[in-house]
């Protein structure tokens, strides 16, 4: 499993028309809209409970996502791997 596989760009789109069910799309934007676009539009379109609503959701997300990234991090960076090399792009990774 991957951490796409637990959030992904879908989810949160979704979430976002949750938190702002009145939310009106631009069409001049097309079909597919972004989370940024998205965000500008609930801005924009959101009554005050919704928009406190999103800011609920988006603080709660936002704190998950600070708790889980240094957790995974921390783990690959923990010698796992013992003598066995990790690829390039993954050591690259784990020191950014």
Do not use: F, Y
């Not at 500008?40 to 889980?68: C, F, G, P, R, V």
């Amino acid at each position: 499993m991957m951490i796409i596989d637990l959030i992904d760009e879908l989810d949160v789109i979704e979430a976002i028309h949750k938190q702002v069910p009145s939310l009106l799309l631009d069409e001049s934007l097309g079909k597919e809209q972004s989370i940024s676009q998205l965000l500008e539009l609930a801005k924009k379109q959101a009554d005050t409970e919704q928009w406190l609503q999103l800011n609920l959701w988006l603080t709660q997300i936002t704190q998950d996502l600070s708790i889980l990234l240094p957790e995974i991090k921390e783990a690959l960076c923990s010698g796992w791997q013992g003598d066995r090399e990790l690829t390039q792009a993954l050591t690259h990774n784990l020191s950014l």
